[in-house]
């Protein structure tokens, strides 16, 4: 079993930066695939980024290339989800996720673990 949770959500003004935590449980974390999605009130889950067990392969939504990082530690059991020129269309809540194989996808029914969520609200 694997345990998400998300921290580091909040309040920002548009142009802010975030930086979003996801601290997983279970000996296995370097073994996962993880990734970031995020749902904004109305509207339907939506893809973030994605990185592979090593960070060395990383995928974003257009929405967000250039402007999000995705980045794991390993040694901590620790995904982050580094969120800079923040504007309206970021806000939602964001979820952390993962799956036991070691490629990321953009698929959220390819993950198998959720974490609760964090929410962020960027005004404008």
């Known amino acids: 079993q694997v345990q998400l949770v998300e921290s580091g959500g909040g309040l920002v003004q548009a142009g802010g930066s975030l930086r979003l935590s996801c601290a997983t449980s279970?000996?296995?974390?370097?073994?996962?695939?993880m990734g970031w999605f995020r749902q904004a009130p109305g509207k339907e889950r939506e893809f973030v980024a994605a990185i592979s067990w090593s960070g060395g392969s990383t995928r974003y939504a257009d929405s967000v290339k250039g402007r999000f990082t995705i980045s794991r530690d390993n040694a901590k059991n620790i995904v982050y989800l580094q969120m800079n020129s923040l504007n309206s269309e970021d806000s939602a809540v964001y979820y952390c996720?993962?799956?036991?194989?070691?490629?990321?996808?953009?698929?959220?029914?390819?993950?198998?673990?959720w974490g609760q969520g964090t929410q962020v609200t960027v005004s404008s």
């Open positions: 279970g000996r296995t974390f370097s073994s996962y695939g």
């Open positions: 996720a993962a799956r036991s194989i070691i490629a990321p996808t953009s698929r959220g029914s390819e993950y198998a673990y």
